[in-house]
C-alpha cells in the first residue's frame, strides 16, 4: 500500500496481489484518461491492511474509488529506443509512471534521434532488451507477477517464476535429473549451480551467503583441480560473412580481426568512444567470421550490425540464438578429455590457445573454441541443438576417469572474478571508455579505421577519468552485489562521484546509537553522504561475490584513475549491508596471474 496527501484528504493506492489485465493485446485508439468501473472487492485485502495501519483512514470512509489502468512491460520499466529491424521506427512505451519517466525518456528520444544517442546509459528501457520469446503471453504473466510484487523485496538469488520455462534446450531434462537449480537468461532457462542429491535443487533467498555457497565451491575446486562441463547455450552467437566482412569487423571493433583458425577479444565503442559490445571472434575461413557475446544484448548489439551493414549486399549477418548451442569444458585435465572424444591431435602446439577449430567432438561434428572464461585450461565446443545431448553423454562418459563435475553459471562466474575478468553490461557499459574500462590490450589505435577511434585516442593521450579495478574484500557472511560504494582515506576530491543534496539520513548500531567512523561495529561506519571524516565515497562497485578457489571474497568497480594501482591495505573500505569492510585492490588476478594455466 501507499498513501499520500489529496487535497484536503488522503490518497490509499494499493498494487493488489489479484491484479487484473485490461485490454493485454492492445490498447484501443479511442480511449484516454477514462477510468474503469469501481472494483473494491478486488482491492478489499490491501484496503483492510492500509486500515490496521492508519485507523483514522477507516474512520473517515471513502470519498471516491479511482480505478484506472497502468501500462507496463514485463519488467516493469519503459520501452524505449530505435526498434531492430525498422528503420526509423521508434518506440516510447510502457511509461508506466508518466509524471516522473516522461521527461527523462522524452530527454533520451530526443538526444538519440538527433545526436545518435541517448546521451546517458538507457540500457534498463531499451526496447532492444527483449527477444522474440517476450510473446504477449509471456508478458502477461510477467507483468502480473512484478505488479503483484511492486512493494517487495527482490533477493539477489532470487528467480521469480512466472511464465518459466520458456526456452529451454535439448539438456533441459537432463539438467534437472542433475539436481540443477535453474535461472531465466534472456528468456533460456540455465544451469546456475547443482544442489547436492538427497536435496531439494531451491535457492533459499538471502543478501547473505545462502544454501548454494558451499555446492558452488565444491564446483570450483573441482573444476580447478581436475576438470568440470557447463552448458553455454546462453551466449549471443552469429555469423559475418561475404566479401566485405572483414572490412566490416575491422570498422566496428576496435581489435584487429583474426587470421583463419584464430580467435580475437575485441570490444566495440560507438561515435562517441563509449563502449557497446565486447565480443569474441573467431575467422572460421575465408570471407567469413563466428562471433560470440552477451545473450541478453543480441537485439542491442543487432541494431547497431544492421545499422552499419554495407548497402551493396557485400556482408551478410546471421543471429542463431537458439539454433546454436554449446558446451564448455575446463581445468587441467581438459585436454585429455578432449582427445578422447576427438580423431584430431588436440596437443599444444597443434591447437594452441586462442585456436578454432571445427572438428567432430563425440562423434557430432562441432566448432571449437581454445578458450574458456573460468580463465583455465579449457574449450568451448559449439554444436546444432540435435547433437547437444550426444556431445555431453560422450563428455560424462568420456570424464568419468577424470573425475568431471557439471558445474553452473554461478561457479563460471566466481572463477572469472578470481582472473579478474569483466562482465558486459556490469563492468562495461555505455558510460565507460575502453580505457576507464582497462582493455587497453584490445584497442589498436593504429588501425586508423573504427567507429569511435578518434574519442577513443582522446581518452588515451588525456588519461581515462576512472580505471576498472579488482579488490579483495574482508567479508563476513555476504559478499558485494552491485553498485555498493567504494570509499578511500584521501582528502582530495577527484570529481568521481556527484555530491548528494545534503549527508542523507543519520545510521545506527544496534543499540540505536547514532555512529560515524570508527564508532561503527564494522569498520566505519555505513554511509552518511558520501564525506566521513578522512573518508569518502570514490567510486562505485560493479559487480563481485566469492571467488571460491582462490577463498576470497572479491568485487569489481570503478575508482579514480590516480588511485587504480595503489594496493595500499587500509587506503579503501566497500560496503556491504550498511557496514564498510577493509578493501584492498588487487591489481594481478589471484588465480593463475601470469596466464600460463590457460595458454598451456
Same mark, same amino acid.
Given at each position: 500500500?501507499?498513501?499520500?496527501?489529496?487535497?484536503?484528504?488522503?490518497?490509499?493506492?494499493?498494487?493488489?496481489?489479484?491484479?487484473?489485465?485490461?485490454?493485454?493485446?492492445?490498447?484501443?485508439?479511442?480511449?484516454?484518461?477514462?477510468?474503469?468501473?469501481?472494483?473494491?472487492?478486488?482491492?478489499? *485485502?490491501?484496503?483492510?491492511?492500509?486500515?490496521?495501519?492508519?485507523?483514522?483512514?477507516?474512520?473517515?470512509?471513502?470519498?471516491?474509488?479511482?480505478?484506472?489502468?497502468? /501500462?507496463?512491460?514485463?519488467?516493469?520499466?519503459?520501452?524505449?529506443?530505435?526498434?531492430?529491424?525498422? /528503420?526509423?521506427?521508434?518506440?516510447?512505451?510502457?511509461?508506466?509512471?508518466?509524471?516522473?519517466?516522461?521527461?527523462?525518456?522524452?530527454?533520451?528520444?530526443?538526444?538519440?534521434?538527433?545526436?545518435?544517442?541517448?546521451?546517458?546509459?538507457?540500457?534498463?528501457?531499451?526496447?532492444?532488451?527483449?527477444?522474440?520469446?517476450?510473446?504477449?503471453?509471456?508478458?502477461?504473466?510477467?507483468?502480473?507477477?512484478?505488479?503483484?510484487?511492486?512493494?517487495?523485496?527482490?533477493?539477489?538469488?532470487?528467480?521469480?517464476?512466472?511464465?518459466?520455462?520458456?526456452?529451454?534446450?535439448?539438456?533441459?531434462?537432463?539438467?534437472?535429473?542433475?539436481?540443477?537449480?535453474?535461472?531465466?537468461?534472456?528468456?533460456?532457462?540455465?544451469?546456475?549451480?547443482?544442489?547436492?542429491?538427497?536435496?531439494?535443487?531451491?535457492?533459499?533467498?538471502?543478501?547473505?551467503?545462502?544454501?548454494?555457497?558451499?555446492?558452488?565451491?565444491?564446483?570450483?575446486?573441482? /573444476?580447478?583441480?581436475?576438470?568440470?562441463?557447463?552448458?553455454?547455450?546462453?551466449?549471443?552467437?552469429?555469423?559475418?560473412?561475404? *566479401?566485405?566482412?572483414?572490412?566490416?569487423?575491422?570498422?566496428?571493433?576496435?581489435?584487429?580481426?583474426?587470421?583463419?583458425?584464430?580467435?580475437?577479444?575485441?570490444?566495440?565503442?560507438?561515435?562517441?568512444?563509449?563502449?557497446?559490445?565486447?565480443?569474441?571472434?573467431?575467422?572460421?575461413?575465408?570471407?567469413?567470421?563466428?562471433?560470440?557475446?552477451?545473450?541478453?544484448?543480441?537485439?542491442?548489439?543487432?541494431?547497431?550490425?544492421?545499422?552499419?551493414?554495407?548497402?551493396?549486399?557485400?556482408?551478410?549477418?546471421?543471429?542463431?540464438?537458439?539454433?546454436?548451442?554449446?558446451?564448455?569444458?575446463?581445468?587441467?585435465?581438459?585436454?585429455?578429455?578432449?582427445?578422447?572424444?576427438?580423431?584430431?591431435?588436440?596437443?599444444?602446439?597443434?591447437?594452441?590457445?586462442?585456436?578454432?577449430?571445427?572438428?567432430?567432438?563425440?562423434?557430432?561434428?562441432?566448432?571449437?573454441?581454445?578458450?574458456?572464461?573460468?580463465?583455465?585450461?579449457?574449450?568451448?565446443?559449439?554444436?546444432? *541443438?540435435?547433437?547437444?545431448?550426444?556431445?555431453?553423454?560422450?563428455?560424462?562418459?568420456?570424464?568419468?576417469?577424470?573425475?568431471?563435475?557439471?558445474?553452473?553459471?554461478?561457479?563460471?562466474?566466481?572463477?572469472?572474478?578470481?582472473?579478474?575478468?569483466? /562482465?558486459?553490461?556490469?563492468?562495461?557499459?555505455?558510460?565507460?571508455?575502453?580505457?576507464?574500462?582497462?582493455?587497453?590490450?584490445?584497442?589498436?589505435?593504429?588501425?586508423?579505421?573504427?567507429?569511435?577511434?578518434?574519442?577513443?585516442?582522446?581518452?588515451?593521450?588525456?588519461?581515462?577519468?576512472?580505471?576498472?579495478?579488482?579488490?579483495?574484500?574482508?567479508?563476513?557472511?555476504?559478499?558485494?552485489?552491485?553498485?555498493?560504494?567504494?570509499?578511500?582515506?584521501?582528502?582530495?576530491?577527484?570529481?568521481?562521484?556527484?555530491?548528494?543534496?545534503?549527508?542523507?539520513?543519520?545510521?545506527?548500531?544496534?543499540?540505536?546509537?547514532?555512529?560515524?567512523?570508527?564508532?561503527?561495529?564494522?569498520?566505519?561506519?555505513?554511509?552518511?553522504?558520501?564525506?566521513?571524516?578522512?573518508?569518502?565515497?570514490?567510486?562505485?562497485?560493479?559487480?563481485?561475490?566469492?571467488?571460491?578457489?582462490?577463498?576470497?571474497?572479491?568485487?569489481?568497480?570503478?575508482?579514480?584513475?590516480?588511485?587504480?594501482?595503489?594496493?595500499?591495505?587500509?587506503?579503501?573500505?566497500?560496503?556491504?549491508?550498511?557496514?564498510?569492510?577493509?578493501?584492498?585492490?588487487?591489481?594481478?588476478?589471484?588465480?593463475?596471474?601470469?596466464?600460463?594455466?590457460?595458454?598451456?
Amino acid at each position: 500500500i501507499y498513501t499520500r496527501q489529496e487535497r484536503n484528504g488522503i490518497l490509499l493506492g494499493t498494487y493488489e496481489k489479484a491484479c487484473k489485465p485490461w485490454s493485454p493485446v492492445n490498447t484501443p485508439w479511442d480511449f484516454g484518461h477514462e477510468l474503469l468501473p469501481p472494483d473494491i472487492d478486488r482491492i478489499a *485485502p490491501s484496503l483492510e491492511i492500509g486500515f490496521k495501519h492508519f485507523p483514522g483512514i477507516e474512520k473517515a470512509g471513502i470519498k471516491q474509488i479511482i480505478n484506472g489502468p497502468f /501500462t507496463f512491460a514485463l519488467d516493469g520499466n519503459p520501452l524505449v529506443g530505435p526498434v531492430q529491424g525498422l /528503420t526509423n521506427f521508434w518506440c516510447a512505451c510502457a511509461v508506466m509512471a508518466g509524471f516522473s519517466q516522461g521527461g527523462g525518456v522524452g530527454l533520451a528520444l530526443s538526444n538519440w534521434m538527433v545526436h545518435g544517442d541517448p546521451g546517458f546509459d538507457v540500457w534498463g528501457m531499451d526496447v532492444a532488451r527483449f527477444g522474440e520469446w517476450a510473446t504477449l503471453r509471456y508478458t502477461n504473466a510477467k507483468v502480473r507477477e512484478n505488479y503483484s510484487r511492486r512493494f517487495s523485496i527482490r533477493f539477489p538469488n532470487e528467480e521469480l517464476p512466472a511464465a518459466r520455462p520458456a526456452q529451454t534446450t535439448p539438456l533441459y531434462d537432463t539438467m534437472l535429473a542433475n539436481n540443477a537449480v535453474m535461472g531465466d537468461s534472456w528468456g533460456l532457462e540455465t544451469p546456475l549451480w547443482f544442489a547436492p542429491k538427497g536435496t531439494e535443487p531451491k535457492d533459499i533467498v538471502s543478501f547473505h551467503r545462502s544454501n548454494d555457497f558451499g555446492p558452488i565451491g565444491e564446483e570450483v575446486r573441482a /573444476t580447478r583441480e581436475r576438470v568440470g562441463v557447463t552448458e553455454i547455450a546462453n551466449f549471443a552467437k552469429y555469423e559475418v560473412s561475404g *566479401p566485405g566482412a572483414e572490412d566490416f569487423l575491422n570498422r566496428l571493433m576496435t581489435n584487429r580481426m583474426p587470421k583463419t583458425g584464430r580467435i580475437v577479444l575485441t570490444p566495440m565503442v560507438n561515435e562517441f568512444g563509449r563502449l557497446i559490445g565486447d565480443f569474441t571472434i573467431a575467422k572460421t575461413g575465408e570471407d567469413r567470421f563466428m562471433i560470440w557475446g552477451s545473450s541478453a544484448a543480441q537485439k542491442y548489439h543487432m541494431r547497431w550490425f544492421e545499422k552499419h551493414l554495407p548497402k551493396d549486399g557485400s556482408v551478410r549477418i546471421h543471429r542463431f540464438d537458439q539454433t546454436l548451442v554449446g558446451l564448455s569444458i575446463a581445468g587441467p585435465s581438459a585436454r585429455n578429455l578432449l582427445q578422447k572424444l576427438v580423431d584430431v591431435d588436440v596437443s599444444t602446439k597443434a591447437f594452441r590457445f586462442m585456436d578454432f577449430r571445427e572438428m567432430a567432438v563425440g562423434g557430432a561434428p562441432c566448432m571449437v573454441n581454445r578458450i574458456t572464461y573460468t580463465g583455465d585450461l579449457g574449450y568451448e565446443i559449439w554444436m546444432a *541443438p540435435a547433437y547437444q545431448r550426444l556431445v555431453y553423454k560422450a563428455i560424462k562418459e568420456a570424464g568419468e576417469e577424470f573425475g568431471l563435475v557439471d558445474f553452473g553459471m554461478r561457479a563460471l562466474l566466481s572463477m572469472r572474478l578470481e582472473k579478474n575478468f569483466p /562482465t558486459w553490461f556490469r563492468e562495461l557499459r555505455p558510460i565507460y571508455g575502453p580505457f576507464e574500462g582497462s582493455m587497453d590490450r584490445f584497442i589498436k589505435l593504429e588501425k586508423n579505421d573504427f567507429i569511435g577511434r578518434e574519442a577513443a585516442a582522446r581518452e588515451q593521450a588525456q588519461g581515462p577519468k576512472l580505471r576498472r579495478v579488482s579488490f579483495i574484500v574482508d567479508a563476513a557472511d555476504a559478499d558485494v552485489m552491485g553498485d555498493e560504494p567504494i570509499w578511500a582515506k584521501v582528502s582530495k576530491d577527484y570529481g568521481t562521484v556527484e555530491k548528494p543534496h545534503g549527508y542523507g539520513a543519520p545510521r545506527f548500531d544496534e543499540t540505536g546509537k547514532e555512529v560515524r567512523g570508527s564508532e561503527a561495529a564494522e569498520g566505519a561506519s555505513a554511509v552518511r553522504g558520501i564525506v566521513d571524516g578522512e573518508w569518502r565515497v570514490v567510486g562505485w562497485v560493479t559487480s563481485g561475490g566469492y571467488a571460491h578457489y582462490v577463498q576470497k571474497s572479491m568485487a569489481q568497480g570503478y575508482v579514480p584513475a590516480a588511485l587504480a594501482e595503489d594496493e595500499s591495505a587500509g587506503l579503501f573500505e566497500i560496503e556491504i549491508l550498511g557496514h564498510r569492510r577493509p578493501a584492498r585492490i588487487n591489481v594481478e588476478p589471484p588465480f593463475d596471474p601470469s596466464g600460463e594455466k590457460m595458454r598451456t
